[in-house]
């Protein structure tokens, strides 16, 4: 069900493969959607991972409703810890990870793109938090929405249950770049281009400060900013590329 696929550029491509279902997760998929992108993780040359859905219609469309409405109770205490692992899991990934939204995106897949750390939609994929519906109310990394999108917008989705098209999602900050199908790769690789020009080992930082912003005070992220770019001063990477940064300015210069 799981698909996972590196290029040499150090660009991890995982997909949920399970079109005939709306590429919905049951605890053995999640299960393994946590472990592949936990292994993919531990790359030391990783520099990107990209999480996408399987076909044209659907990202990650919830959990398995069939497969819950017959979940005694182990089960049901796993289901949602297993939601939690495979966040967690694309929250700890040291390298951006990229929803690549193409089409639903529900519940446990609502969660899902929202740990990831920038959200590319085709201007056909529909949004949803539709627990509720179900007797359950949203939980786990559904609590990620209101930085997202503010208190108002999350209340609206966890209370009504409601999709709302790429539209209302991008235009409440729920997703950041919006394309036709046909185009939403080239949106994905222009993120992915950008990324790969900046210095991996400071990409890698920056994702751990973003980490720590989300967790400290603003004094203390401060403070913890200012200990990240010290270290980063003097590496070879940051002389490397600020080398080559002066080396174009004086060939551009005029004269």
Known sequence: MIEAARDDRGVVTITVNNPAQRNALG????RELAETIERVARDPDLRVVILTGAGDTSFIGGANISEMSTFVRHESDEGPSLTHRVCEAVRRTPVPVIARVNGWCLGAGLEIAASCDMRAAADTARFGMPEVLFGLPSGMEACLLPQLIGWGKS????????????????????????????DLDQAVEAWVTDILRAGPNAIRAQKELIRDWERMSIADAVQQGIRAVAAAHGTEEAKRLMGAFMARKKTRAPG
């Not at 966890?158 to 098209?165: A, E, L, Q």
């Open 155 to 182: 209340r609206e989705l966890v209370f009504t249950g409601r999709h709302i098209d790429c539209a209302e999602a991008a235009s409440c900050g729920l997703v950041e770049r919006v394309a036709a199908p046909a």
């Open 27 to 30: 605890n053995g998929g999640k």
